[in-house]
């Protein structure tokens, strides 16, 4: 009689969040740490072992507005998770960013399963000292350990006494130094037409259908602009793995009525983010690689507005809200909310990179000191070595 697979469930329902998630299952299986995993994930996921009761890109919504939209299907899903974690009794649960949802189904769990003495790990753990840091009571409460990915986070779980282990951030595993080799750059670039005269200014419009309805209007607009005044700058798209190319190229070609060249790209993303010399991107995971691979950019973030009132009344005693300035502790690149992220306020943004060789460099030198911020290479075995512990 073969011994039953311990059962494990993780809910990693961002684009990143699950990139990690896949990153850990990976490991367990390299290692021969045979479990059998289930919850909320990426298709990658699905197709790599684990049994899905909800889909990363579809639960990927940010915003007031938007999560009120989708409240039905996210509750859906909820109740899944708990009722199967019920019936397996899993090992462990572990959360992956996405706060309100993953605190209320630890809470749930902890309630419901607490004799049968689950363990909830927090990994991607929510920006709480950023805002709504009454949260670090519930994750206090209710969550074993929390890993983190950021040193300047463990003073604030310190002073909270709340259990933690810093593991450093995953995005260096992927940190390939051919990405950061001018001759490899410059090939990969000519696969895609592009002459050593020319310069690539990359749009990143985001990973969720919401943030590019917001942002990629405005992006396409600056692109326009600097297009028509450049005429030794291409337009690329880069395209989140969550989105498929006909999403994106309906949007640009039917929604925003753009009819200027541009190149398309969906590859691994970090391959895609080293073809540009300069990048206009949605704030999120994604810019931290950017920051990593030494590219200039501008961060933007456009909210419905009514999102963006609540956020602003919520976030307290930060100065900046891009993953690279708050890591450096200063605006090493520019970054703008809301009406701070229209048009012509981006455009003289990107011109200075364009136009300013001494400025673009400086840049460049200060986000090659970022990597030296985020602890060393190894979080995907820190974390699996911390968890198999409780297999």
């Not at 009132?309 to 502790?329: C, H, P, S």
């Not at 970022?370 to 290479?377: I, R």
């Amino acid at each position: 009689m073969t011994t039953p697979k311990p059962q494990i469930m993780m809910v990693a329902a961002e684009a990143s969040s699950a990139t990690y998630a896949l990153k850990l299952m990976k490991y367990w299986k390299e290692n021969n740490i045979d479990v059998e995993i289930s919850g909320v994930g990426s298709q990658a996921m699905e197709d790599f072992g684990m049994r899905r009761l909800g889909k990363s890109e579809e639960m990927a919504v940010v915003g007031i507005a938007e999560v009120i939209a989708h409240y039905k299907d996210l509750k859906a899903v909820f109740e899944r998770l708990v009722e199967e974690a019920i019936r397996i009794k899993p090992k462990f649960l572990l959360l992956m960013d996405y706060p309100d949802f993953n605190l209320k189904l630890a809470k749930t769990l902890k309630t419901k399963l607490g004799e049968h003495g689950i363990k909830v790990f927090y990994y991607i753990s929510p920006q709480v000292w950023a805002w709504r840091k009454g949260r670090i009571f519930d994750i206090k409460k209710y969550c074993d350990k929390v890993f983190l990915l950021f040193p300047f986070e463990k003073d604030f779980y310190e002073q909270h006494q709340v259990p933690y282990e810093f593991v450093g951030h995953p995005l260096l595993e992927d940190l390939d130094p051919k990405l950061l080799d001018p001759q490899q750059i410059e090939l990969a670039r000519g696969k895609y037409g592009i002459t050593p005269n020319e310069r690539v200014l990359a749009l990143m419009p985001g990973s969720r259908k919401g943030e590019i309805e917001l942002n990629f209007g405005v992006q396409l607009e600056v692109a326009r602009a600097l297009a028509k005044k450049y005429d030794f700058l291409r337009v690329m798209i880069l395209v989140a793995p969550t989105l498929t190319k006909e999403y994106i190229t309906d949007f640009v070609v039917e929604k925003l009525d753009y009819k200027m060249p541009y190149i398309l790209v969906q590859d691994d993303p970090n391959k895609m983010i080293s073809l540009a010399h300069y990048i206009l991107a949605t704030s999120g995971t994604a810019t931290l690689m950017v920051g990593l691979l030494q590219k200039p950019m501008v961060i933007m973030y456009r909210l419905k507005w009514i999102t963006g009132v609540i956020g602003k009344l919520l976030v307290r005693g930060i100065r900046f809200f891009g993953l690279v300035n708050l890591i450096m502790d200063e605006e090493v690149v520019p970054e703008r909310m809301q009406s701070a992220a229209d048009t012509d306020k981006l455009i003289p943004l990107l011109e200075k990179y364009i136009n300013d060789e001494a400025y673009t460099k400086a840049t460049i030198a200060k986000l090659a000191q970022l990597q030296f911020k985020l602890g060393d290479v190894g979080a995907t075995q820190r974390v699996g070595q911390a968890l198999a512990k409780y297999l």
